[in-house]
């Protein structure tokens, strides 16, 4: 009996398998219809809401009908996370300054995300790129040629990371957005007012913005104001931009 490990070598994604067989029916569905029901699904209800047989049943057949376009749920949510890819605008003219560009591309990808949450449900996965995945990767690539500083190893690397980092920035925002108010009220208040009894200054500086060295007086965080989990995404990417774009040391 073939072992788990036998299995997934013998894995071919739905990529590297053609959208119809050479022979029988022309068929009756496309991948982009899947595609398309899938994402309706995972959008009202998130990830778990999408199976096969959900699918099927959004189209109107039955479940058996869509191995004929499909190996499992891999392969529909491969074919999700590459339609919303193609979401994001690639056509916009790089500006010939990496960290810009990429601030830019950032800002998009963040957008598609808070669109279709249900894409930070799915499982981390190296490489997991489709045809739209791979053009994504081509403009970030594209985006950091002028950073002469770094290897193509590199390259992918700080690409990998800013993803990483734009969906946990993501993951942040849609919390916030789906905590109650008055909790995100009362969580600032307490954090405001413990700060400010004086047994965490450093806490307190950081709060009220104030810089190293400076008084603490006067800069207690103004208890009951929230934070608003974006405000400072821009601010966060091109910190983490300008350590990644750094030319790499000699090695």
Request: proline content about 7%; hydrophobic content about 45%; charged content about 20%.
């Amino acid at each position: 009996m073939a072992g788990k490990g036998d299995q997934d070598a013998e894995a071919v994604l739905v990529w590297q398998r053609p959208e119809r067989g050479a022979r029988g029916p022309a068929p009756e569905r496309s991948r982009e219809q899947l595609a398309a029901a899938a994402i309706g699904l995972a959008d009202a209800g998130g990830l778990a809401a999408v199976s096969v047989r959900q699918v099927a049943k959004e189209l109107g057949t039955g479940p058996a009908s869509l191995y004929r376009y499909v190996a499992g749920r891999d392969d529909l949510v491969d074919l999700m996370v590459d339609a919303v890819t193609g979401e994001i605008d690639l056509a916009v003219e790089l500006t010939g300054d990496p960290a810009a560009d990429l601030v830019a591309l950032a800002a998009r990808t963040q957008e598609v995300q808070l669109r279709h949450p249900w894409l930070l449900e799915v499982a981390p996965e190296a490489m997991r790129v489709g045809p739209r995945g791979l053009d994504y990767l081509e403009f970030a690539l594209c985006a950091l040629e002028p950073a002469a500083g770094l290897t193509g190893q590199g390259k992918l690397e700080a690409v990998a990371v800013l993803n990483a980092l734009v969906a946990m920035l993501s993951g942040v925002e849609l919390r916030a957005r789906r905590s109650p108010t008055g909790r995100q009220a009362a969580q600032s208040a307490y954090l405001g007012t413990v700060a400010g009894r004086g047994g965490h200054p450093l806490l307190a500086r950081a709060l009220a913005g104030g810089a190293a060295g400076a008084p603490a007086g006067g800069n207690r965080p103004r208890a009951g104001a929230p934070v608003e989990a974006g405000a400072h995404f821009e601010r966060v990417v091109r910190r983490v931009l300008a350590g990644l774009l750094a030319p790499e040391p000699p090695s």
